[in-house]
């Protein structure tokens, strides 16, 4: 776990650390959840019922780039940081991601794209609201409007994300990365339709496929232990020390897959490899009629 709220966090925190710090000034804690429209789930509505005190809403999809019909594709760092400021996080804060979905769907994509924008003090709060209020954690109604901050337009860690040119690269033999997509093994194998409308069914030649849930305990919605995560990557034929591009339908899910690999590094300080890499417009680009 994190030595200080101003230290470099590892990429999971559970809901036992998180609460004697709720009110430290310099922790930020975030509401990304984001459901498919095929959940029926309403985030907007479920953040104004409860929430963890004092967690403010980011919307995935408000944040999300504005020039592109593609999904979920990355903002620039000018509106990253209208956006930080806009909720009042200082580059100095450590922010806490969560969702409400029990497998960190859009908690991790949030925790991903503060990494891409140099922003290193972030985490995941494992298991999510479900994990808290499991344990009958106080929660807070309504929303919360904090004061504007001042937050330095960032640069971009480019190591973090791909491209389609960077996938035809890899089926090329440029580049031996491991492309992994973290769709239903259902929508993975082209045997049922894209919840999107205008895309194929089917997946990238040579991928493998690990439906993100699998990451998660189905039973609590925390992650895998490591030991467990590392037998569900070797039995899919990836090695986290090696390149890995992971994609799923909107880069969103995929993120999961990194938040793994980086919860194995933290478990074991000695391991060594390059960050997992999202395929930023994954299947709603590549599947394109």
Avoid at 275 to 281: E, F, L, N, S
Wanted: proline share 10%; hydrophobic share 40%.
């Amino acid at each position: 776990m994190p030595a200080s709220l101003n230290s470099p966090t590892v990429p999971l925190v559970s809901a036992s650390w998180l609460a004697p710090k709720l009110r430290s000034p310099d922790l930020v804690i975030l509401e990304c959840s984001w459901y498919l429209p095929t959940a029926g789930r309403d985030a907007e509505a479920e953040y104004r019922a409860a929430h963890l005190p004092g967690a403010l809403r980011l919307d995935l999809d408000a944040l999300s780039a504005t020039d592109t019909d593609l999904p979920h594709m990355l903002p620039t760092p000018g509106q990253f940081a209208a956006a930080m400021e806009q909720l009042g996080i200082r580059r100095s804060d450590l922010v806490i991601c969560y969702d409400g979905s029990g497998v960190n769907i859009s908690a991790a994509r949030i925790w991903w794209m503060f990494r891409v924008f140099g922003h290193h003090a972030v985490a995941v709060l494992d298991g999510g609201f479900p994990a808290w209020a499991s344990a009958t954690r106080p929660v807070q109604r309504g929303t919360s409007r904090p004061p504007r901050s001042g937050y330095p337009v960032p640069l971009i860690d480019s190591t973090l994300i791909r491209n389609r040119e960077d996938i035809l690269g890899i089926l090329a033999g440029k580049d031996p990365a491991t492309v992994v997509d973290c769709r239903p093994a259902a929508r993975w194998g082209g045997e049922v339709d894209e919840p999107r409308p205008g895309l194929r069914r089917g997946n990238v030649p040579g991928s493998r496929n690990i439906p993100y849930p699998e990451f998660t305990d189905p039973a609590t919605g925390v992650m895998l232990e490591p030991d467990r995560l590392r037998e569900l990557l070797t039995a899919n034929g990836v090695d986290p020390a090696q390149p890995t591009v992971a994609m799923c339908g909107s880069g969103t899910s995929a993120c999961v897959l990194a938040l793994a690999v980086e919860v194995l590094r933290a478990d074991d300080p000695a391991s060594v490899g390059p960050p997992v890499a999202i395929y930023d417009g994954s299947w709603s680009e590549w599947g394109r009629s």
